[in-house]
């Protein structure tokens, strides 16, 4: 945008008084246009894309992070304490499953096999208090597993209920 | 209903109240697991008579039940209209993990014998409250057998072990087919012994030496 009219200064009082308020005019003007520049893409946005608002959540959702949350918690105790890889790297692999079965059932594929990654940095715990913390993981994710079996409807009760006794059995293969 | 129930007259009555508590003094006389002598007895006269139920014996297992009460494989999960249906395949299973504790602890020692007795314990538990709620209901109550036929042969303490782990894992996938079929109360029962039977999986795949000890979705059709 230009200015085109003339921006008198300095020539008589009024006249200054008649280029000042034409000025602001003008910017008004223009932020006004502006905005309406921004305003009117996302309007259309919004408009084009209505057959592509994202569906209200799931009530699996919380249970797909979850279950992401569990399998990211036991690679990286497999990470940072090697001995325990083999207990807890199947596990892990439980966890990805159920996430995966979730996500099925929900109609949301999983976003293209990024697996989970590892944190590293974290110094090499005491076996004993790493598995103490995965055992009350796994037995607060069975119990929010169990709650949403006891609420599902029908065609997801038998995935949950596997969900929520595999979480059961974690615990105990933690002990 | 009908058929089974005649072919099982005379051996196994009906597991009506009064029966239960027969059976219920009846194995608390051989709460001491049984010897080998009358192990084998028994397991002779499971021949040819009940298969345990599995996935291998379906198909015939459907056509000898067609009209009666199915017993239900692991991959019977397909959805029943029939809730009743649901629980009686479990109650069935109970039957089976019941008797099947008993091939199973004479083959095992110390803490194994000891979990086996619980097990069985925990089992006639869940059967017992299944056959009261069954009872209560409008459907039928399905008969215990005297015996049932072993999936594999049990000879040792290796076999009984993983016939245990079968065990657990056939009756879970019971209970996981009862799930979509219940509600509330029965919904949690369910579960709960879904659970039970998954962590006792766990504890015999520890004890056998197998790894890894838990499976990704416990009772789930192979």
């Known amino acids: 945008m230009v200015l085109t009219c003339p921006v008198g200064t300095g020539r008589t009082p009024s006249n200054q008084g008649v280029a000042g308020h034409s000025r602001r005019r003008l910017l008004r003007a223009g932020a006004l246009v502006a905005l309406g520049g921004a305003v009117a893409p996302l309007t259309g946005c919004d408009l084009l894309d209505r057959d592509d ?20 918690q036991h690679r990286a105790a497999a990470g940072t304490t090697p001995a325990l890889a083999g207990r807890l790297t199947p596990i892990a692999e439980a966890h990805r499953a159920h996430a995966d079965e979730l996500r099925r059932v929900i109609g949301r594929p999983a976003p293209s096999g990024t697996p989970a990654t590892t944190p ?39 995935l949950l209920g596997s969900i929520a006794a595999a979480r059961a059995t974690h615990v105990e293969a933690l002990a | 209903m009908s058929e089974r129930t005649e072919r099982s007259e005379g051996r196994e009555a009906m597991p009506d109240r009064h029966s239960m508590s027969e059976r219920t003094e009846r194995s608390e006389g051989r709460e001491a697991m049984p010897d080998r002598h009358s192990m084998s007895e028994r397991t002779e006269q499971s021949e040819g008579r009940e298969a345990m139920p599995d996935r291998h014996s379906m198909s015939e297992r459907t056509e000898r039940s067609e009209g009666r009460e199915a017993m239900p494989g692991r991959h019977s999960v397909s959805p029943t209209a029939d809730p009743n249906r649901a629980l009686t395949d479990a109650l069935v299973a109970e039957y089976a993990a019941v008797w099947a504790y008993g091939v199973i602890g004479v083959h095992l020692a ?13 089992h006639r538990s869940r059967r017992d409250a299944l056959v009261l709620q069954l009872a209560e209901g409008a459907g039928q109550v399905p008969a215990d057998w005297a015996g049932y036929a072993l999936p594999f042969p049990v000879t040792d303490r290796s076999t009984a072990l993983r016939l245990a782990v079968e065990i657990e894992e056939r009756t879970a996938g019971h209970w996981r087919a009862a799930l979509p079929h219940t509600a509330g109360a029965d919904r949690n029962t369910a579960l709960a012994a879904l659970t039970d039977c998954a962590l006792r999986a766990t504890r015999w795949r520890r004890t056998a030496g197998v790894t890894p000890v838990t499976v990704p979705f416990p009772g789930r059709p192979a």
């Open chain 1, 53 to 72: 608002e994202p569906p209200p959540p799931d009530a699996l959702e919380p249970l797909v992070a979850e279950s992401l949350a569990l399998e990211a």
């Open chain 1, 120 to 158: 590293s940095g974290s110094p090499a715990a005491e076996p004993d208090a790493v598995l103490a913390q995965l055992r009350r993981a796994e037995q607060q994710g069975r119990t929010n597993a169990a709650k949403a079996c006891a609420g599902a409807p029908a065609e997801r009760a038998a």
């Open chain 2, 110 to 122: 110390d803490a194994a014998r000891s979990a086996a007795r619980a097990a069985e314990a925990a």
